[in-house]
């Protein structure tokens, strides 16, 4: 019986997701929304495959990626996620996920992705060379925590500090605490050029 589950939290999303891994001959698939049920589904139900945004209400995908690979829990994981690859690819290789396939490739990049990861081999994308000033940027951003990165992301959207710490469940003195060395790490002196900044980079 091949089992997986679907972490997403656009419904739309998950139903093509899920006709995606029936076409797989996946026979039992699980769904969730929230970052905080990930691990539980896994011990309880014991699925062969997640397939797991990174964009998630409550933990965060990189944060959840991270506890799966701490928890031996022997499922492989495919992220399928609308983040910029050539900054999360990485990352998420570096947590132990197979795969990474951006949302905005067709969908039978997934199933490709899903043939490729079952059958015991990794599924990454080529990335292009940045031109030497986005390399140096990349650089930058590469030595933020996946923490760092997502509240750069964050602030970048125009989310104010009050309500970042309120979706990760931080205190506002935390999420200050990393937003000073987020734009320290990226000598960047004031919030207003973070955009500019995600922008050249295909952050946002």
């Known amino acids: 019986m091949r089992k997986a589950l679907i972490v997403d939290d656009h419904p739309v999303v998950r139903t093509a997701v899920r006709m995606t891994l029936e076409a ?21 139900h014991r699925p062969q495959l997640v397939v797991l945004d ?12 991270s506890r799966i690979n701490a ?55 080529a990335l292009p060379d940045p031109g030497s000033s986005l390399a140096c940027e ?14 750069f992301e964050q602030l970048a959207h125009g989310k104010t500090n009050t309500a970042i710490a309120d979706d990760m469940h931080l205190s506002h003195k935390t999420v200050s605490t990393y937003k000073t060395r987020m734009m320290k790490k990226l000598g960047v002196a004031a919030t207003v050029h973070l955009r500019d900044f995600a922008k050249r980079n295909h952050l946002i």
């Not at 990349?138 to 509240?151: A, M, N, W």
């Open 138 to 151: 990349k650089h930058l951003i590469d030595q933020l925590s996946d923490r760092e990165l997502s509240i």
């Open 54 to 65: 990174l964009r998630l209400p409550f933990l965060d995908g990189l944060e959840v990626l």
């Open 71 to 125: 928890g031996n829990f022997g499922c492989r994981v495919l992220v399928f996620s609308s983040q910029e690859p050539l900054h999360y690819q990485s990352r998420c290789l570096s947590h132990g996920a197979m795969g990474y396939v951006c949302k905005n490739q067709p969908i039978e990049q997934l199933r490709k992705a899903v043939q490729a990861v079952m059958s015991g081999y990794s599924y990454f994308s």
């Open 24 to 44: 797989e001959r996946f026979t039992v698939i699980y769904e969730t929304s929230n970052g905080n049920e990930v691990l539980s589904l896994i011990r309880e």
